[in-house]
């Protein structure tokens, strides 16, 4: 028998953080007005605009131009998000998911123009704009939109109802143990999807000399390979050191020792709800999550909360409870 507690729903968004979130949101366009306040007329009439590798650039733009455009769309992007942040609809999750696309846009467009006019200031001409390791910020600028979609407040931490197990029944000197393999096919076909385009994008680079070029790109790619391939199978076990979650290449993902397991519950699991698919941290829980369904989430003495997709996630749960309960005791 499992006793079917009903998790009250979460309390109001807190203000600061939407607040902070909205802030943030419009960080782009003042460092846009900024800058070009600051440099002045140290800017020259044309800016460098593209790069094909991390040499000099081949192309330019009007100045003037490039800094209107940006500033429209950081400023548009800023305005946009801080009226949806005070609206009272849609949901905190939808809320979070927009901002992060409009704070993409506002990211990018800052970066557009803040390092390529840098660049042109600093080396007095088109030219002379080498971007070398500019490249890094210049790509990091479009992921602006995470910080203020991070910042916002959590809502709904679990979907609908969630069932918190009754204590495994126990003897005195009795210690249970579970485990299971967790397979996601959705990675083994992203990891094969990654090798596939980093053999027909990169290969003939590689073949034509041009490798300085190619080792960036093809760095970060073989990073985002493995990163996936770490979560084709996990080992998810409860047992005297609590609950331990461990990847394919047998590298620690996440454990909760048993004195810090507080609720231990049941629920369907929706990827939206936890940032998406994978590995995701925000503030207050983690989660890994490879498909929707049943999964386990557990709330730790400090508050927070992990969560993981499993199939029949009451069994761990019953028995994680009964664990941390006799745990408990014996401190």
Do not use: N
Request: proline letters at 8%; one cysteine or more.
């Amino acid at each position: 028998m499992h006793d079917t507690t009903t998790t009250p729903p979460p309390a109001a968004p807190a203000r600061g953080r939407i607040l902070l979130a909205g802030v943030a949101m419009a960080v782009p366009a003042i460092a846009i007005a900024l800058t070009r306040l600051v440099w002045g007329d140290a800017i020259p009439v044309d800016v460098a605009s593209h790069w094909s590798g991390t040499g000099a650039p081949d192309d330019s733009l009007p100045a003037a131009g490039v800094f209107l455009v940006t500033l429209i769309i950081a400023s548009v992007a800023a305005i946009a998000a801080i009226i949806l942040l005070a609206l009272p609809k849609p949901d905190m999750r939808t809320k979070r998911m927009i901002v992060l696309f409009i704070g993409i846009a506002a990211g990018s467009a800052a970066s557009v123009w803040i390092i390529p006019t840098w660049l042109t200031v600093q080396a007095g001409s088109v030219d002379g704009a080498v971007l070398g390791w500019w490249i890094v910020p210049l790509a990091a600028c479009s992921l602006w939109g995470v910080i203020p979609a991070v910042i916002l407040p959590a809502q709904p931490l679990l979907a609908g109802a969630a069932a918190r197990p009754a204590p495994m029944d126990l003897g005195e000197t009795e210690f249970g143990a579970w485990s299971r393999s967790v397979t996601a096919i959705m990675f083994l076909w992203l990891t094969l999807a990654l090798v596939a385009i980093g053999a027909v994008a990169y290969t003939p680079i590689l073949l034509g000399g041009e490798s300085g070029v190619a080792m960036f790109g093809l760095s970060i790619l073989a990073a985002a390979t493995l990163l996936c391939a770490s979560f084709i199978r996990l080992r998810v076990s409860v047992d005297w050191r609590g609950l331990r979650v461990v990847s394919l290449f047998g590298i620690p993902m996440k454990r909760i020792p048993l004195d810090q397991v507080d609720v231990v519950e049941a629920t369907d699991i929706r990827p939206m709800d936890w940032g998406g698919w994978g590995y995701r941290i925000m503030p207050g829980r983690s989660a890994v999550v490879l498909r929707s369904g049943p999964g386990l989430v557990v709330t730790s003495t400090s508050g927070k909360q992990f969560a993981i997709t499993i199939d029949d996630p009451e069994e761990p749960a019953a028995l994680l409870q009964a664990l941390a309960a006799r745990a408990g005791s014996r401190v």
